[in-house]
């Protein structure tokens, strides 16, 4: 039995792909030198309505990238696509991260930056358009951006239960 649910897992991982967004390079001072370690901030989806995010942090930079990856796939959200764009159009501020974006008509594509572009084809959003103000950190770009959707999911919930 163990066995059936091991490969459902399996199959349940297979459809997501990856993207790595940041590799930084850290260091630590300790009494006998420089600890030098990796944070690698992910982005993982599926293309269908489901994405992620996540920062691993290790002492090499495969490790980083495995811890990223399952902390994405752990944390991952599902949001709504409408016609391949998103329902309606949406600004946040998260921290010094300002994200529009805007639901674009058929044919137009992915109209983004490298942070938020990311993010957003991972989660098969075909068409949008997007602006990032504020900063030029990918790590809160990408964390304001997937907070975007993940409000603009939870109202999308609200205003179909209204009809």
Do not use: C, W
Request: net charge positive; no cysteine; aromatic share 4%.
């Amino acid at each position: 039995m163990a066995y059936q649910s091991e490969i459902q897992v399996n199959q349940k991982d297979m459809g997501f792909e990856e993207e790595i967004v940041q590799v930084n390079r850290v260091s630590k001072k300790t009494k006998g030198g420089n600890r030098i370690g990796f944070s690698v901030l992910t982005v993982v989806g599926d293309r269908r309505g489901k994405v992620g995010v996540g920062l691993g942090k290790a002492p090499d930079v495969a490790s980083a990238i495995k811890k990223g990856v399952a902390i994405a796939k752990k944390h991952a959200i599902e949001i709504p696509i409408v016609n391949g764009t998103i329902p309606f159009e949406f600004r946040i501020k998260l921290g010094a991260a300002k994200v529009i974006l805007k639901p674009a008509p058929k044919g137009s594509g992915v109209i983004a930056g490298g942070a938020v572009r990311s993010v957003v084809s991972l989660a098969g959003i075909q068409n949008i358009s997007s602006k990032v103000l504020g900063t030029k950190n990918q790590a809160s770009n990408v964390y304001a951006t997937i907070e975007a959707l993940k409000r603009l999911a939870e109202r999308y919930k609200r205003e179909s239960k209204r009809q």
